[in-house]
């Protein structure tokens, strides 16, 4: 089984692509801590097959919330929210990471989703 880590990224925000970086790397961790925690041989298998890694875009806050509610409650998911010191209001949901995670089972969530 193949496996991967998912990051959704709010595209409405407008953000630089140092900004980009940064909350897509916040997102990467977290989900990647809560991961290893949850279902360490997932980790374990993702690390041995090169770490897949895919950043996919959503146009809204709703959109990116609603992501987030729904496959928190399948896989290891994390949510962040921007402290507010540079492009973005202190609070706001910027990005979602979901795994590493099996790839056949994340894709029918976010197959209709469009790279970043």
């Known amino acids: 089984m193949?496996?991967?880590?998912v990051i959704i990224v709010r595209a409405d925000l407008n953000m630089g692509?140092?900004?980009i970086g940064a909350q897509s790397a916040h997102a990467s961790l977290e989900a990647y801590e809560k991961t290893l925690r949850e279902k360490p041989k997932w980790v374990e298998e993702w690390k041995e097959q090169g770490q897949a890694k895919i950043v996919l875009k959503v146009n809204s806050k709703k959109e990116l919330l609603e992501m987030f509610e729904k496959l928190k409650k399948l896989f290891p998911t994390a949510l962040i929210k921007d402290a507010g010191r540079t492009q973005i209001e202190a609070g706001e949901p910027t990005a979602v990471a979901i795994g590493p995670v099996p790839e056949n089972e994340i894709n029918k969530f976010t197959k209709e989703l469009k790279l970043l």
């Open 2 to 5: 193949d496996y991967k880590q």
């Open 17 to 19: 692509r140092g900004k």
